[in-house]
């Protein structure tokens, strides 16, 4: 299983932004796989956040953070990015990124076998 690194999570106030990253271990290649970022808030199911597809970069975004969150890649630097801006305290949880093979994007967790650890975002009122 790919191996990914997620990181950029921290502390900010309402309305203010944050960049995650999600980097793959260098031995993978981030474009051969498509990449889906999901959060959990204390106590609330993990969900789908963005996803980008590993075929063609189509993108997808769930409802809530359209117009406020975007998600790319740099093949470069073997990472996906999620920006996130006008950050609000219900964007508060852990984020987590994951890739799978299907060239599909989707917010589906099941779309994902290989997962990184969360990086924690605390959005302050």
């Known amino acids: 299983d790919v191996q990914l690194q997620a990181s950029g999570g921290g502390l900010v106030q309402a309305g203010g932004s944050l960049r995650l990253s999600c980097t793959a271990a260098?031995?993978?290649?981030?474009?051969?796989?498509?990449i889906g970022w999901f959060r959990q808030a204390p106590g609330k199911e993990r969900e789908g956040v963005s996803c980008?597809?590993?075929?063609?970069?189509?993108?997808h975004y769930g409802n809530s953070m359209k117009g406020r969150f975007t998600i790319s890649s740099d093949n470069a630097k073997n990472t996906v990015y999620l920006q996130m801006n006008s950050l609000k305290p219900e964007d508060t949880g852990a984020y987590y990124c994951?890739?799978?093979?299907?060239?599909?994007?989707?917010?589906?967790?099941?779309?994902?076998?290989?997962w990184g650890q969360g990086t924690l975002v605390t959005v302050s009122s």
């Open positions: 980008i597809s590993r075929s063609d970069g189509r993108t």
């Open positions: 994951a890739a799978g093979r299907s060239s599909v994007p989707s917010t589906s967790r099941s779309s994902y076998a290989s």
């Open positions: 260098s031995r993978f290649s981030i474009d051969d796989y498509t």
